[in-house]
C-alpha cells in the first residue's frame, strides 16, 4: 500500500519506492509536516504530532511547517488559502472533516490518492486536498480544491497549489532558473537567509524571466550525488513559488497561481481546483532529479509516446516572404536531407508582409497562394513529408480586418488606451465569442488541409488587464486565471476533434513552458536564440526539469543572425541533436558540401532518437564549470548509449581530462565508436571510474560517440 492513514495516531503516510511523506493531526487540529524523504516507518513519527509554543509572539511554531496553511489566528507565514465571506470576515479556521483513499485520476492498477478533507468551523467553505502518489517514480502530485457549501460567494484571494516543508538542515540551497528572451533558463543558486525567496511571472503566461520549479539541497549536492527536495508546477498563466525560511530554521515552498492582482469569485454550489504541483526527493543529486521528472512527463504528462519527427521550419529562412514557390524550393532541398515534416512560420496569411498586419485574419493569403495551401501540401506529401503550420490565436494586430470588425475583443480598461507590444493587443478570451472564433477558424483551417502539425506561438505578455463587458468590475481579477483556463480549453477541445493533429508550443522563445502546458503541447520552443553554443546552456537548464524529447532545437545558418558566431556544421548539428532535431536554416544558400554533411547527421540522429528522447539523460560536464560541456543518453537495457561533448576552446595547450561516463553496466564490456577512426573496447566500471579520452582541440570541436554492449 502506497498510502496508510494511521486513525488512532492521527496520522498519513505516503510511501513510495525509496520515500516516505508523513503528516499529522495535533491537539490543536493543526496538520503539520513530519517527514519528506528516505523511507521510514511512519508510525514512529507520532511523537512529533505536538504544539510548538516560544512565546506569545510565536505561539504556534508548528503553522511554520503546517501541511496547508489557512489564512488566519496567528498564523505568519506564505498562506495557502486566503479568503473573504460575504460578510467580510477574511479569517480561516478550518477543522479536519474525513479523510478517503482512492485510485484518483490514475487508471493504472494499484494506484492510490489520498483525499483530506477540511472545513471551516462556521462558515460553508470545505477544502479538499488530495496527494496522487507514484511509487515507481517517487514522486507526489498535490493540488487543492475548495468547494462553496453556501448560498453567499466567497472571494478566493489567494489558492496556492500545495505547501512542501523541508526537513532540518544546517543550510539550504535553493536552485531555479531565470532567464530573458534570448537567454532564458539560465541556472542559478542561492543559499536561503530568514524572509522569502520568490520565483514568479506576472505577465499572463509562465514567462522566459523564470519557470515554475525549485530544487532545494542542503549546498553539498552535486550533479551524481546527494540529497535534493524538487518540486514542478503544472501551470501556464501567472504563477509564483515561495521558499521561506523562518527565524527558528523551517524552510518550506509553497506554490500556485500567482496571487497578484487576482481572485476567483467562488459562487454558492461552485468548486474550485488548483493546479497540479508534483514533489519529490532523490538521494541521486540533480541528475538523480532531473531522470525522475523526465520519466514523468513521458509516462504521466505528455499526450502521446510518439518520437518527434525530424522537421524544417522556413522561418529564418524567409521570414514574411513566404510564397508558394518558395516554399516548394525549401522542401524539396528538405526533403533531400531526410526531413520528415515540413513547417511553413509566420507569414501565410491575411495581409502579413510584417509584424504590423494581419494577425487575426486567418485566410490563406492569394497572392502568395494562388491555389491555396493545396498545392504546397500536395508536393510536401509527395516528397514523403508531412505538414505543419504556425498560428498565433491569441493576438491581433490593430491593422487587421478582426480588429476593424471586433476592437471590443480585446484585453483593456475603456478609459485607457492599450500598449502595443510587437504591434499586436492580445484577444480577451474570456467572451465566448473569442473562443469561438479561435475554434472556428482552427477548425477549419485542420479540417480542409491535411495538417500533422501546429506551432502555437504568443508574442505578447498581457497588459491593461481589462475584460470588458466579460465580467462585472468586481470580478475583473479574474482575468490572469480565466485566460489560461481558456487556452487549456480551447486545445482541448482541438486534440479532440483533430487527436492526429501534434502541437508545439512557443511564446517570444520559451515563454510558456510548463506541465501544464505540455499535457497538451507535443513539444516545446526552448529560445528565439538558435546559436549552437548559446543553447548549450539554455539546453542544459531546460534539462534539470523537462524531458529532451520536448526540446526542440534547430540547425541554422553560420554566421548566426543574432550574435554573428561561426560554428562548424557538425557542432550546430550535434548540439541540437541532444533534444528533438530541426532544421531552420537557409537550404537554397547551403553549399552541395553541406547538405551531404546534413544528410549525414539527420541519418544518425535517426538512429539514435529512441536513446535521446526516451533514454536516461546524465549531464556530465557543463560549460559553468569547464570549457567542456558533455550530455549522455542510455537506454533502459543499459545496452546502449550516445554521448555528445562539445569544447568551447581550447587555452595554453592544455589537454582535457578523461570524461567518465555514467548510466552503464559495470560488468559489461562495450564497443566505442567516434573517438577517432579505430573502435575502442571497455567494461562499464573502466568507462565510468577511468573514464573515456576527449582528443578535442581548437575552438567549438566537438563529438558524438557511441558505446554499445557486446555481445558475450
Not at 532531473?290 to 509516446?305: A, G, N, W
Amino acid at each position: 500500500m502506497a498510502i496508510t492513514v494511521h486513525e488512532d495516531l492521527r496520522l498519513f503516510e505516503i510511501q513510495t519506492s525509496r520515500t516516505s511523506y508523513v503528516f499529522g493531526l495535533n491537539e490543536r487540529g493543526i496538520l503539520h509536516q513530519l517527514h519528506w524523504g528516505e523511507r521510514i516507518v511512519g508510525r514512529e513519527s507520532a511523537l512529533r504530532i505536538r504544539s510548538v509554543h516560544h512565546s506569545s509572539f510565536d505561539a504556534e511554531v508548528e503553522r511554520e511547517y503546517e501541511e496547508y496553511s489557512f489564512w488566519g489566528g496567528v498564523g505568519y507565514v506564505e498562506p495557502s488559502l486566503k479568503v473573504r465571506f460575504a460578510d467580510g470576515v477574511r479569517d480561516l479556521k478550518m477543522r479536519l472533516e474525513g479523510w478517503r483513499v482512492d485510485s484518483g485520476d490514475d487508471a493504472s492498477e494499484g494506484a492510490e490518492r489520498l483525499v483530506v478533507t477540511m472545513k471551516d468551523v462556521r462558515y460553508p467553505l470545505t477544502v479538499h486536498l488530495y496527494y496522487q502518489a507514484f511509487p515507481g517514480l517517487d514522486l507526489i502530485e498535490r493540488y487543492a480544491e475548495a468547494v462553496n457549501d453556501g448560498l453567499e460567494d466567497i472571494a478566493l484571494e489567494s489558492f496556492q497549489s500545495a505547501a512542501w516543508s523541508l526537513p532540518a538542515r544546517p543550510q539550504y540551497r535553493m536552485t531555479h532558473v531565470t532567464g530573458r528572451w534570448a537567454g532564458e533558463f539560465q541556472l542559478r543558486e542561492t543559499l536561503l537567509s530568514e524572509g522569502k525567496k520568490t520565483i514568479e511571472s506576472r505577465r499572463g503566461f509562465t514567462g522566459p524571466h523564470a519557470n515554475p520549479w525549485f530544487a532545494i539541497d542542503g549546498g553539498d549536492a552535486t550533479e551524481r550525488s546527494g540529497d535534493v527536495w524538487f518540486g514542478a508546477l503544472g501551470w501556464s498563466g501567472n504563477w509564483s513559488v515561495v521558499a521561506e525560511k523562518s527565524s527558528f530554521g523551517h524552510v518550506r515552498v509553497t506554490g500556485g497561481m500567482n496571487g497578484f492582482d487576482s481572485e476567483w469569485r467562488l459562487g454558492p454550489g461552485e468548486s474550485f481546483r488548483t493546479p497540479v504541483f508534483v514533489g519529490g526527493f532523490t538521494g541521486a543529486g540533480f541528475g538523480g532529479m532531473s531522470r525522475t521528472l523526465h520519466r514523468y512527463q513521458l509516462e504521466r504528462v505528455l499526450p502521446s509516446r510518439k518520437l518527434r519527427k525530424v522537421l524544417y521550419n522556413s522561418w529564418e529562412a524567409t521570414t514574411f516572404d513566404v510564397t508558394a514557390e518558395g516554399q516548394m524550393e525549401l522542401a524539396r532541398k528538405a526533403a533531400r536531407l531526410g526531413v520528415e515534416r515540413f513547417v511553413v512560420d509566420d507569414g501565410w496569411f491575411g495581409a502579413r508582409n510584417s509584424d504590423r498586419a494581419g494577425l487575426g485574419d486567418w485566410t490563406v493569403n492569394p497572392e502568395k497562394f494562388p491555389n491555396g495551401l493545396g498545392a504546397l501540401i500536395e508536393e510536401v506529401h509527395r516528397l514523403g513529408m508531412d505538414f505543419g503550420i504556425w498560428v498565433e490565436p491569441e493576438s491581433v494586430n490593430p491593422d487587421s480586418e478582426l480588429y476593424r470588425n471586433h476592437p471590443d475583443w480585446v484585453y483593456g480598461f475603456p478609459t485607457r488606451a492599450g500598449t502595443e507590444l510587437r504591434n499586436q493587443l492580445l484577444l480577451n478570451l474570456s467572451l465566448p465569442e473569442v473562443r469561438a472564433y479561435i475554434l472556428e477558424f482552427m477548425t477549419k483551417l485542420l479540417s480542409e488541409h491535411p495538417i500533422a502539425f501546429v506551432k502555437w506561438d504568443m508574442n505578447r505578455t498581457i497588459t491593461e488587464p481589462g475584460l470588458g463587458a466579460a465580467l462585472p468590475p468586481d470580478r475583473q481579477k479574474e482575468i490572469w486565471i480565466r485566460h489560461a483556463q481558456a487556452v487549456y480549453d480551447i486545445l482541448a477541445e482541438l486534440r479532440e476533434r483533430f487527436p492526429s493533429v501534434e502541437f508545439e508550443t512557443c511564446a517570444g522563445g520559451g515563454g510558456r513552458i510548463d506541465l501544464g502546458m505540455l499535457r497538451f503541447a507535443d513539444q516545446a520552443w526552448p529560445s528565439d536564440n538558435t546559436d549552437a553554443f548559446d543553447r548549450l546552456a539554455i539546453q542544459e537548464g531546460f534539462s534539470y526539469v523537462y524531458s529532451p524529447r520536448v526540446m526542440m532545437c534547430w540547425v541554422t545558418d553560420s554566421p548566426n543572425g543574432l550574435n554573428g558566431r561561426r560554428l562548424p556544421l557538425s557542432f550546430r548539428f550535434r548540439s541540437a541533436m541532444t533534444g528533438s532535431l530541426g532544421i531552420g536554416g537557409n537550404l537554397k544558400e547551403w553549399s552541395d558540401a553541406e547538405l551531404e554533411e546534413a544528410a549525414k547527421h539527420i541519418a544518425l540522429y535517426k538512429d539514435i532518437r529512441p536513446l535521446v528522447q526516451e533514454g536516461m539523460q546524465y549531464r556530465l560536464s557543463t560549460l559553468r564549470d569547464s570549457a567542456l560541456a558533455a550530455v549522455q543518453y542510455v537506454n533502459d537495457e543499459r545496452t546502449e548509449s550516445v554521448t555528445f561533448a562539445f569544447l568551447h576552446a581550447q587555452r595554453f595547450a592544455g589537454r582535457l581530462p578523461a570524461l567518465r561516463l555514467q548510466g552503464l553496466d559495470e560488468n559489461k564490456p562495450y564497443e566505442i565508436t567516434g573517438i577517432g577512426d579505430h573502435v575502442m573496447t571497455a567494461h562499464g566500471s573502466t568507462l565510468m571510474h577511468a573514464g573515456i579520452p576527449l582528443p578535442m582541440r581548437g575552438d567549438f570541436d566537438s563529438l558524438l560517440i557511441r558505446i554499445r554492449a557486446m555481445e558475450a
